[in-house]
Nanobody
């Protein structure tokens, strides 16, 4: 079992940047595929980005490709989401997720049901 804690959310103007961080604790923390999801007001949860355990593969949704970048630092047990050129439609609660059943796999995962551990979320609000 792992525990996830997100930080870095806040209020930013359109065109601005934020960097979200997710600290991962637990015995297998550096060996897991990780993802970021978001849920806007009145919307369903949406996949944002995913990364495999050794950062050799990443994937970003079309809605954020070219603006957001997922990365991880296993030495610091942290997964990050750098968000640039933010738009009002990026406003959402952002969640970090881990898949504990796939240690040391080179795969990444894009469906919410692929993950079994979630953080509490961090609010990102982009004003126009």
């Amino acid at each position: 079992q792992v525990q996830l804690g997100e930080s870095g959310g806040g209020l930013v103007q359109s065109g601005g940047s934020l960097r979200l961080s997710c600290v991962v604790s637990g015995r297998t923390r550096s060996s897991l595929p990780m993802g970021w999801f978001r849920q806007g007001p009145g919307e369903e949860r949406e996949f944002v980005a995913a990364i495999n355990w050794r950062s050799s593969s990443t994937y970003h949704s079309d809605s954020v490709k070219g603006r957001f970048t997922i990365s991880r630092d296993n030495a610091k047990n942290t997964v990050s989401l750098q968000m640039n050129s933010l738009k009002p439609e990026d406003t959402a609660v952002y969640y970090c997720a881990a898949r504990t059943g796939s240690l040391y796999t080179d795969r990444y995962y894009t469906r919410g049901n692929d993950y079994d551990n979630w953080g509490q979320g961090t609010q990102v609000t982009v004003s126009s």
